[in-house]
Nanobody, 125 residues
């Protein structure tokens, strides 16, 4: 059974930084891409970033480019999201996700089969 557990969320002032972590278990973590999504109150869940199985390729949403960095440590079965220059519009529940098959760099929610429980990020102005 695949399990994804996020941590690292919290309350931060605008301009601050947070690093989210997602620990995976239950499958061969290093052979699958991993993604981060977020869902703000009253809004649909949206793509934030994805990283290839090797960590060699990444894709970001326009809102994340230049501020967020996705990375992974396959020895620790963990994926990270470093978030800098946070603003109130980044307030959301952040989810890590793993696709059902070995897509290279999936971005569509429909391609992700396994989800964590989410971690709240709140950015105050």
């Amino acid at each position: 059974q695949v399990q994804l557990v996020e941590s690292g969320g919290g309350l931060v002032q605008a301009g601050g930084s947070l690093r989210l972590s997602c620990a995976a278990s239950g499958r061969t973590f290093s052979t699958y891409a991993m993604g981060w999504f977020r869902q703000a109150p009253g809004k649909v869940r949206e793509f934030v970033a994805v990283i290839s199985w090797s960590g060699g390729s990444t894709v970001y949403a326009d809102s994340a480019k230049g501020r967020f960095t996705i990375s992974r440590d396959n020895a620790k079965n963990t994926v990270y999201l470093q978030m800098n220059s946070l603003n109130p519009e980044d307030t959301a529940v952040y989810y890590c996700a793993s696709p059902g098959t070995r897509w290279d760099l999936p971005r569509s929610i429909s391609l992700f089969k396994y989800w964590g429980q989410g971690t709240q990020v709140t950015v105050s102005s």
